[in-house]
């Protein structure tokens, strides 16, 4: 697998052009999995593991891998399936999402595919709420699964949920505001909209960029001012039939939306990140999951909201 990443370089210029590339691997059986190439750092044989006393049933062990200590988890077990085997045949995917490096046990690596988010759908409506699933594609007659991973996190790492009480500015109430959240996953969705709740804000929750265009689209129909109704967006990047870049690039682009105030909330890491906001003209850009940076961001906005409202 020592070539399978090479060329990052290329595999950034498919942002924003509602396309990008995904690694297929099977956890134990003959289903094939998927996670987005730009959150793996590297795909390895499995490593000798060191255990940890009283961790999570799902951590397999720590790997050293060139001067760092990183968790690895089991995916299969993560996700009720049957655990992988730690033989030699099985593999480490090295990811790292909302900052931090983690590697993922899987049965196989098969192969890197590039296609668009438009041929990436929700996952059927019957998955439940229970569902690992945060979308599905199709390749080569067959049913591939992308993983909700920031559930898997939370479930296994777990973190702070809520924004801590110093960083809630009292001054600033958040009553009467409105906030459209996009994001595939559920868990990241009600991250964001707990802290939206922390500062009086309600929110408007929505599963990928296809229904939040639609949405905002509809309104502008009915007359609506988005930058007047919403004093903010705050979107992800990966979602299935339209990432958030090109979300970002159709609200900048319209004469009625794009006043409206544009967060991109990513688990994405890299510095190419910064340049792809100028490029699509979102406002700010924030790496998950923090929330007290989630917070104060959303806090400064809103003051900037309500003076040029009140003005």
Same mark, same amino acid.
């Given at each position: 697998?020592?070539?399978?990443?090479?060329?990052?370089?290329?595999?950034?210029?498919?942002?924003?052009?509602?396309?990008?590339?995904?690694?297929?691997?099977?956890?134990?059986?003959?289903?094939?999995? $998927?996670?987005?190439?730009?959150?793996?750092?590297?795909?390895?044989?499995?490593?000798?593991?060191?255990?940890?006393p009283k961790s999570h049933s799902v951590?397999?062990?720590?790997?050293?891998?060139?001067?760092?200590?990183?968790?690895?988890?089991?995916?299969?077990?993560?996700?009720?399936?049957?655990?992988?085997?730690?033989?030699?045949?099985?593999?480490?995917?090295?990811? +790292?999402?909302?900052?931090?490096?983690?590697?993922?046990?899987?049965?196989?690596?098969?192969?890197?595919?590039?296609? $668009?988010?438009?041929?990436?759908?929700?996952?059927?409506?019957?998955?439940?709420?229970?569902?690992?699933?945060?979308?599905?594609?199709?390749?080569?007659? +067959?049913?591939?699964?992308?993983?909700?991973?920031?559930?898997?996190?939370?479930?296994?790492? $777990?973190?702070?949920?809520?924004?801590?009480?110093?960083?809630?500015?009292?001054?600033?109430?958040?009553?009467?505001?409105?906030?459209?959240?996009?994001?595939?996953?559920?868990?990241?969705?009600?991250?964001?909209?707990?802290?939206?709740?922390?500062?009086?804000?309600?929110?408007?929750?929505?599963?990928? $960029?296809?229904?939040?265009?639609?949405?905002?689209?509809?309104?502008?129909?009915?007359?609506?001012?988005?930058?007047?109704?919403?004093?903010?967006?705050?979107?992800?990047?990966?979602?299935?039939?339209?990432?958030?870049?090109?979300?970002?690039?159709?609200?900048?682009?319209?004469?009625?939306?794009?006043?409206?105030?544009?967060?991109?909330?990513?688990?994405?890491?890299?510095?190419?990140?910064?340049?792809?906001?100028?490029?699509?003209?979102?406002?700010?850009?924030?790496?998950?999951?923090?929330?007290?940076?989630?917070?104060?961001?959303?806090?400064?906005?809103?003051?900037?909201f309500h003076q040029n409202h009140d003005?």
């Open positions: 697998m020592a070539g399978v990443l090479d060329g990052v370089d290329q595999r950034t210029k498919l942002a924003g052009h509602n396309r990008f590339e995904l690694l297929l691997f099977k956890l134990v059986g003959r289903q094939r999995f $998927g996670i987005n190439v730009f959150k793996v750092q590297e795909v390895i044989q499995c490593p000798p593991l060191s255990q940890i951590i397999c062990g720590v790997a050293h891998l060139r001067g760092k200590t990183i968790p690895v988890l089991d995916l299969a077990m993560a996700i009720g399936l049957p655990a992988v085997g730690r033989g030699s045949d099985s593999y480490v995917i090295v990811t +790292e999402y909302n900052r931090t490096i983690q590697g993922f046990l899987v049965g196989a690596v098969d192969r890197i595919i590039n296609i $668009g988010w438009d041929q990436v759908k929700a996952p059927p409506s019957g998955a439940g709420k229970d569902s690992y699933l945060t979308a599905v594609t199709e390749v080569d007659d +067959e049913l591939i699964e992308v993983i909700d991973v920031e559930k898997v996190m939370k479930e296994v790492i $777990g973190g702070q949920e809520e924004a801590s009480d110093e960083m809630i500015d009292n001054e600033v109430s958040g009553t009467g505001d409105h906030v459209l959240i996009v994001d595939d996953s559920s868990v990241a969705r009600n991250q964001v909209k707990r802290v939206c709740v922390q500062v009086g804000i309600e929110c408007t929750l929505l599963k990928d $960029g296809q229904e939040a265009w639609d949405h905002l689209s509809k309104m502008v129909d009915d007359g609506t001012k988005i930058a007047d109704f919403y004093s903010m967006i705050i979107s992800d990047v990966e979602m299935p039939r339209m990432d958030g870049y090109t979300l970002a690039t159709k609200i900048k682009s319209h004469p009625e939306m794009k006043d409206v105030y544009l967060i991109l909330h990513t688990s994405l890491s890299g510095v190419f990140n910064t340049s792809m906001v100028e490029k699509v003209g979102a406002n700010k850009f924030l790496a998950k999951f923090e929330p007290d940076i989630l917070v104060q961001t959303i806090q400064e906005q809103l003051k900037e003005d």
